[in-house]
């Protein structure tokens, strides 16, 4: 079975400019999180996603949005670029009847942001 | 609301020497409880998990936890470190039951250096 895949692995943006990072679910999975590490920190959950619906949220602003796929896959998206926002993106996906008992986390994305 | 709490920001231990990573807990039902372990720049890869019955569970790499509901800590143990096991571990809370159970809470993470 596959894993959990993130691209891209690293990127750099300029403050104020609208990013993009997708993540493609482990096979037979149907849902997917989002989670922020930033440096030095454990992992913040920004939300969930399940049938295509955001299925939950964390402490994060409207600025953080995101899409689910029919096929399970999904994208993190980010306006109006902060400093702060500077972290390692990292997914996870499950199976709904599971929850986070059945998290497979992907290797993450960093972001940096100038 | 949920919380975890890792007292140690950073342990180092000798190659061989016995390791214990200290993890607390607050939550009003019984929680699931995770430990992850994360090399530099890596994801987080499970080492072991627990939601109910036996209190000592067994994980990968040789480690292992135990639940203790008196005094809410899931602390983590190895007998012997490798070299190997030099990297950051967190410990993490979810929710049981309902619909809700998606989310974990993650503590801040302790940083292990094994000396050879």
């Known amino acids: 079975e596959t894993g959990v895949t993130q691209s891209p692995t690293h990127l750099i943006k300029t403050r104020g400019q609208q990013v993009t990072l997708r993540c493609s679910s482990q096979s037979g999975h149907n849902t997917v999180s989002w989670y922020q590490q930033a440096l030095g920190q454990g992992p913040q959950f920004i939300f969930q996603y399940y049938r295509e619906e955001e299925n939950g949220r964390g402490n994060f602003p409207p600025r953080f949005s995101g899409l689910q796929f029919p096929n399970y896959s999904s994208e993190l998206n980010v306006n109006a670029l902060e400093l702060d926002d500077s972290a390692l993106y990292l997914c996870?996906?499950?199976?709904?009847?599971?929850?986070?008992?059945?998290?497979?986390f992907g290797s993450g994305t960093r972001l940096t942001v100038v | 609301a949920q919380s975890v709490t890792q007292p140690d920001i950073h342990i180092t231990v000798s190659e061989g020497a016995s390791l214990e990573l200290r993890c607390n807990y607050s939550y009003g039902a019984t929680p699931y409880l995770f430990w992850y372990v994360q090399s530099p720049g890596q994801g987080l890869q499970l080492l072991l998990k627990?939601?109910?019955?036996?209190?000592l569970v067994q994980g990968i790499k040789g480690f292992e936890a135990e639940f203790k509901r008196s005094q809410s800590s899931f602390n983590l143990r190895k007998p012997s470190v490798h070299w190997s096991d030099a990297a950051e571990y967190f410990c993490a809370v979810g929710k049981s039951g309902g619909g809700s159970n998606y989310k974990l809470t993650f503590g801040k993470g302790t940083l292990l250096t094994v000396n050879p």
């Open positions: 996870a996906s499950s199976v709904a009847s599971k929850g986070a008992y059945g998290y497979t």
């Open positions: 627990y939601f109910s019955g036996d209190t």
